[in-house]
């Protein structure tokens, strides 16, 4: 029998002894914002200390390269979620979803405009400029500042014991691979290299789930918006829980080398980094690794992984094969 769901009353009292005053007011304002449900469950009273703890930057929500910096009460569920609060998967997608919306929207403008001034051109040359200009708008995100390192990694790194490959112009070379993204994200023709799968990747190699780039279309075909979007509609509730693992490892491991670099050069890119990750940047990764999930779990079936969190210690990545 389910615990029955506390009263107004019964959760201030709640968060009072967590060490926070929650006014009636405030707690309305949080239903407002969505960052409460209107309607109380027997979950709420952890999710409220939770919630607390994310505006305050106290006790598991204290600053840290994977958290954002800027705690806004609308973006708080989604944090509560990968934090591994009680946040049912179902807002995580409405959320999700909204901005692969909001990308897809951005990039048809960007491509509409290009058309305007070049009425002759082919469609994947419209794709390619709208992919170039939101790639100039994105790199200085948190997100992307989190990715570079670790991308770069990949090719500073020595392997075998041989020389590690550093490109002339690391910066370039990571500007190339998102470009390359997103032309994958508007679903045109195929990315003629390896860079966007590396890119997109590097989250997960630094957490040790792909020792290198696999198969680089079997990666690249969950990238479309399309795709993402659909993946996110059909996920279960359990499949969302591994998505949750997943992308909990792969940024906070990632992060941490963007803060905490031992190579040289990728010291060198890290420094001019912003520590922290914002809400936009997690959502995109959420799409992501949902549209992937059959590919990292087939993986995982070979190469078992318990990944580390401090709410899971003991929980195991299930190694199941998806439907």
């Not at 409460?36 to 999710?47: A, D, K, N, V």
């Not at 195929?190 to 590396?198: G, L, S």
Request: proline share 9%.
């Amino acid at each position: 029998m389910a615990d029955p769901a506390p009263d107004d009353e019964q959760l201030l009292k709640h968060a009072e002894l967590a060490g926070f005053n929650v006014t009636p007011r405030r707690l309305a304002g949080f239903r407002r914002a969505q960052a409460m449900p209107s309607t109380p469950t027997s979950q709420c009273p952890e999710r409220l200390v939770g919630l607390c703890h994310f505006l305050a930057r106290t006790g598991e929500f204290r600053r840290r390269p994977d958290l954002p910096e800027r705690r806004r009460l609308a973006d708080a569920p989604v944090w509560l979620w990968y934090q591994g609060y009680p946040v049912p998967y179902l807002e995580v997608r409405d959320r999700a979803q909204h901005y692969l919306e909001h990308v897809d929207r951005g990039l048809r403008e960007l491509r509409e405009a290009e058309r305007r001034l070049h009425p002759d051109h082919e469609p994947y040359e419209y794709a390619t400029a709208a992919a170039e200009a939101y790639a100039d708008a994105v790199m200085p995100t948190p997100m992307m500042r989190g990715i570079i390192p670790a991308f770069i990694d990949n090719y500073v790194r020595q392997a075998d014991g041989e020389e590690p490959h550093v490109p002339a112009s690391r910066h370039e070379l990571a500007r190339q691979a998102a470009v390359d993204l997103f032309v994958r994200f508007q679903g045109v023709g195929h990315v003629p290299n390896e860079k966007a799968a590396e890119f997109v990747l590097a989250p997960l190699v630094i957490a040790k789930v792909q020792a290198e780039v696999p198969d680089v279309e079997a990666v690249l075909a969950a990238m479309s918006l399309s795709g993402m979007n659909k993946a996110l509609w059909h996920r279960s509730e359990h499949e969302w829980w591994m998505v949750r693992h997943l992308v909990h490892a792969g940024l906070g491991i990632t992060h941490q080398l963007a803060t905490q670099p031992g190579d040289r050069g990728v010291h060198q890119l890290a420094r001019l980094s912003t520590p922290g990750i914002d809400t936009q940047g997690l959502l995109l990764m959420i799409s992501w690794v949902a549209s992937a999930l059959p590919y990292i779990v087939g993986y995982l079936n070979d190469n078992p992984l318990e990944i580390p969190d401090e709410r899971f210690r003991s929980s195991p990545l299930p190694r199941n094969k998806l439907r």
